[in-house]
Antibody, heavy 113, light 110 residues
Framework: EVQLVESGGGLVQPGGSLRLSCRAS????????IHWVRQIPGKGLVWVSR????????SYADSVKGRFTISRDNAKNTAYLQMNNLRVEDAAVYFC??????WGQGTLVTVSS | QTVVTQEPSFSVSPGGTVTLTCALNSGSVSNDNYPSWYQQTPGQSPRTLIH???SRSSGVPDRFSGSILGNKAALTITGAQADDESDYYC??????????FGGGTKLTVL
């Protein structure tokens, strides 16, 4: 069974940093691309970033470019989203998604002073 | 700026058929946009219904189908059931590694 488990969310002040993790199991992790998608509770889904299977191709939404960094460690079956210089508008549930097919349960990021 | 547009809301009768669409402000949607569709109920993660225009995800009933209709991606639900009442989202690949979600459609079954 494919499982994606996000962690690392929490409360952070504006300007602060968080690193989200996405631990994968049930499939050959290094064969698949991973996306991060966020959602303000009660609002729509927003694509944030994606990384290809070996980490050599990465892309970001304009809203996070230069502040967020996606990465992966295939030996640990884990993808990451390093979020720096966080803004109030970055507050959301962050989902890890395998090739836009399998979704994790999400981790909540709150940005507030 | 690329905008992906979905109907904000739609209503269907139980047993009826409804087609939700996903359009681009900058042109036509094609298979090259790899349209995918998701169903989400409050408090839950999205559930993948369709990926790559028309491929049904594992365990999804065949009353859900995806296609390109004219210049839009489409999700058709045939024989709507009460538990189809959800929010539905599409996502499109815009090239250069970039993806954009639509704003979602709130489907009511009544």
């Amino acid at each position: 069974e494919v499982q994606l488990v996000e962690s690392g969310g929490g409360l952070v002040q504006p300007g602060g940093s968080l690193r989200l993790s996405c631990r994968a199991s049930g499939f050959t992790f290094n064969n698949y691309w991973i996306h991060w998608v966020r959602q303000i509770p009660g609002k729509g889904l927003v694509w944030v970033s994606r990384i290809n299977n070996d980490g050599t191709s990465i892309s970001y939404a304009d809203s996070v470019k230069g502040r967020f960094t996606i990465s992966r460690d295939n030996a640990k079956n884990t993808a990451y989203l390093q979020m720096n210089n966080l803004r109030v508008e970055d507050a959301a549930v962050y989902f890890c998604v395998r090739e836009f097919i399998d979704w994790g349960q999400g981790t909540l990021v709150t940005v507030s002073s | 700026q690329t905008v992906v547009t979905q109907e904000p809301s739609f209503s269907v009768s139980p047993g009826g058929t409804v087609t939700l669409t996903c359009a681009l402000n900058s042109g036509s949607v094609s298979n090259d946009n790899y349209p995918s569709w998701y169903q989400q109920t409050p408090g839950q993660s999205p559930r993948t219904l369709i990926h790559g225009t028309s491929s049904r995800s594992s365990g999804v009933p065949d009353r859900f189908s995806g296609s390109i209709l004219g210049n839009k991606a489409a999700l058709t639900i045939t024989g709507a059931q009460a538990d189809d009442e959800s929010d539905y989202y599409c996502v499109l690949y815009m090239g250069r590694g970039l993806w954009v979600f639509g704003g979602g459609t709130k489907l009511t079954v009544l």
